[in-house]
């Protein structure tokens, strides 16, 4: 089992910037993923970082603007979000997924095995 929980979200303006952490604890995971839901929408996929770091993957809404790091150390993932935009507002949840995960599979949902509880993060026009 995989306990997953973030935090750092909030209200900002627009243009502004926040640091979303995920403190994951149990089995040692691998893949991380960053994904945010909006009221009325589907869960979408923001970011994925693996294991190492080394290869990152970002959704093309946020790219140039949010950056995903790890540190396994810490058991700590995180999502730097600059440049906020209204349409940024959702909940953002991080997930854990296995070693077997597939490149082809970061983007999706059910390719994740553990989700956290979310972090609402709020833009101000």
């Known amino acids: 089992q995989v306990q997953l929980v973030e935090s750092g979200g909030g209200l900002v303006q627009a243009g502004g910037s926040l640091r979303l952490s995920c403190t994951a604890s149990?089995?040692?995971?691998?893949?991380m993923g960053w994904f945010r839901q909006a009221p009325g929408k589907e869960r979408e996929f923001v970011a994925h970082?693996?294991?190492?770091?080394?290869?990152?993957d970002y959704a093309d809404p946020v790219k140039g603007r949010f950056s995903a790091s790890r540190d396994n150390a810490k058991n700590m993932v995180y999502l730097q979000m600059n440049n906020l935009k209204p349409e940024d507002a959702a909940v953002y949840y991080c997930?854990?997924?296995?070693?077997?995960?597939?490149?082809?599979?970061?983007?999706?949902?059910?390719?994740?095995?553990?989700w956290g509880q979310g972090t609402q993060v709020t833009v101000s026009s």
């Open positions: 997930a854990a997924g296995p070693r077997t995960m597939r490149t082809m599979e970061i983007h999706e949902v059910y390719a994740y095995s553990y």
């Open positions: 149990g089995r040692t995971v691998i893949n």
């Open positions: 970082i693996s294991w190492t770091g080394g290869m990152t």
